[in-house]
């Protein structure tokens, strides 16, 4: 395989590793259910910005 393959395949499985955990993280947080519904389609719509997004939000409200 070429590298190219090789990075292409490695930037793939870190979408689905940060989508798959911040699904999870989301479904486990209390939160009213439009901001859930809310949450969730930025996650899944918006690639890499969605997850990361939600991390930052995340880790901004657990700080408060």
Partial sequence: PTL????TT???ALYFLLLAVSIVMLFRR???PLAAV???????FLPFI??????LYVVQDNRR
Wanted: hydrophobic share 70%; proline share 13%.
């Fill in 50 to 55: 969605g997850p990361t997004a939600f991390f």
């Fill in 10 to 12: 490695a930037v793939i």
């Fill in 30 to 32: 209390p939160m009213p």
């Fill in 4 to 7: 190219y393959d090789l990075a």
């Fill in 38 to 44: 809310i949450w969730f389609a930025i996650v899944v």
